[in-house]
């Protein structure tokens, strides 16, 4: 399978607002600055209850007004960044339960 990374610069209207949710149901809000079908890199508002090697559940908003996308992810890291913090998530779904999240991507290209 060909890795295929779709960036979502965060001017652009395609940006992918990002729901993750951890193991004790706390949700942390942030923005994909990539998407690939590995995974994502996300910038959080806030810091998050999770941390290294967590699984979350993860629900991504491509546009407005159109149906969210749900997959689970294993946290990669969790860091500072400059004035805020970032994480990397790797998909754990098997790619069967990822079809919605493949569609776009493939769309995307």
Do not use: Y
């Amino acid at each position: 399978m060909q890795a295929s990374a779709v960036v979502t610069p965060r001017t652009s209207e395609r940006n992918a607002m990002v729901w993750i949710e951890d193991g004790a149901s706390r949700i942390s809000r942030g923005q994909a600055d990539c998407v690939t079908r590995e995974g994502l890199h996300v910038r959080l508002s806030d810091p998050p209850a999770f941390g290294q090697g967590d699984e979350v559940a993860v629900r991504l908003s491509f546009e407005r007004g159109a149906p969210t996308v749900a997959t689970t992810a294993r946290v990669g890291w969790v860091r500072g960044a400059a004035g805020g913090v970032e994480c990397s998530l790797q998909w754990n779904a098997p790619p069967s339960e990822r079809k919605d999240l493949e569609a776009w991507l493939e769309k995307a290209a």
